[in-house]
């Protein structure tokens, strides 16, 4: 096979081992806080805002700072979030719970809790053990 094709087929698809290691430091994050991923990770870009003051961003602004991070540095600038499907779901409505761990320049600035539940309690820190109880 010619060495282009490889080079195309490269630049067309990706690498299935691109994020590898923010996957995987995410994941020794969240296991340090107690949280068990399940197999799924979804990377995607996120635009973060100029401002950390009001809307969901402010919410996470206020996760990452309970636990030592902080987006501040990375305002205005896209950024590489990071969802895990955990592995408890919510115990009265069975909810799916993700935890989210934002990247700027491979180096983690961020992470927080959130749910897919009808009864969506919020964005909460990594800390926040009984979260998915009581709904």
Request: charged share 20%; glycine share 10%; hydrophobic share 40%.
């Amino acid at each position: 096979m010619k060495w282009w094709l490889v080079a195309l087929a490269f630049l067309l698809v990706g690498s299935p081992a691109m994020g590898a290691p923010m996957v995987e430091d995410g994941r020794r994050l969240l296991s340090h806080y107690g949280w068990v991923c399940g197999k799924e990770s979804v990377e995607m870009g996120f635009p973060l805002p100029e401002s950390l003051d009001d809307g969901p961003e402010a919410a996470y602004q206020r996760a990452s700072r309970a636990i030592g991070y902080d987006l501040s540095p990375a305002r205005g600038r896209d950024i590489t979030l990071i969802r895990y499907t955990l592995t408890r779901r919510s115990e009265v409505t069975r909810s799916l719970i993700y935890a989210h761990v934002a990247f700027y320049k491979n180096r983690v600035i961020g992470a927080w809790l959130s749910t897919d539940g009808p009864i969506a309690p919020g964005i909460v820190p990594l800390t926040e053990d009984s979260f998915g109880k009581g709904f």
